[in-house]
């Protein structure tokens, strides 16, 4: 019984948190447990549990005397999500050019270069979203610190809706070509040059997410 609880609880986890990033449910929608419950035909007590989930990560708003509703990122919040991603991100590239298996960077590389040479097309765009989030957790796991790579997950967790709305292939190109050159410094041996390379992706990737969606809120 406790077996299939948790499974129900995981699996509204997951639907509810495609249904965010997907934008099935958008930024400040108002969530309903029993609405939920009936649409994903469980009982409410995996929805409040995938909910509460959810509100740790800080995709759901749950203030006392409040209905949960998702969470609004305003361009502020979102320059102060790139800049843990910034912080986080270059210290686990440094880490990991040091210690990464060259049987796992090679594969990396060998990825990112079949990506780079194939055509665009909407498997592309899906196959280069997949190979960015591979590419950000084997890096953040090379990194031999556990504690990092959990933080790095919860704020690339946070980012996913805004890789998918800027997800335009020549987004997807110029961020690919950034991991090419993180992937050639880790080759290189050189944690400095690795770590400046994956500082400049992470602000790059900044500028595209105020450049389409906060263009005017300056």
């Avoid at 209905?67 to 800049?83: G, H, S």
């Avoid at 590239?93 to 194939?118: F, N, S, V």
């Avoid at 796991?141 to 933080?151: C, F, V």
């Amino acid at each position: 019984m406790a077996l299939l609880r948790t499974f129900l609880a995981e699996s509204a986890y997951e639907a509810i948190l495609n249904n965010i990033l997907t934008g099935s449910l958008v930024s400040g929608t108002v969530v309903s447990e029993v609405s939920l419950a009936q649409e994903l035909n469980v009982s409410r007590t995996p929805v409040h549990q995938a909910l509460a989930r959810l509100a740790k990560e800080g995709l759901i708003e749950h203030r006392a005397g409040r209905k949960p509703r998702i969470a609004r990122f305003n361009r502020e919040d979102v320059i102060e999500i790139y800049d843990m991603r910034l912080l986080l991100e270059t210290a686990a590239t440094q880490r990991a050019a040091k210690r990464i298996d060259p049987r796992l960077l090679a594969e990396l590389t060998r990825e990112a270069d079949a990506l780079a040479a194939a055509p665009d097309s909407a498997d592309w765009s899906r196959a280069a979203l997949a190979f960015d989030v591979r590419f950000h957790d084997a890096i953040a796991a090379a990194s031999g610190n556990p504690r990092l790579r959990q933080e790095i997950a919860k704020y690339r967790l946070l980012v996913r809706a805004f890789c998918r709305a800027t997800g335009k292939a020549e987004n997807l190109r110029e961020a690919l070509a950034e991991h090419q050159e993180v992937l050639k410094a880790m080759s290189d041996r050189q944690p400095a040059a690795a770590g400046q390379a994956m500082a400049r992706h992470v602000q790059k990737r900044l500028d595209a997410v105020l450049a389409t969606l906060y263009r005017e809120a300056k």
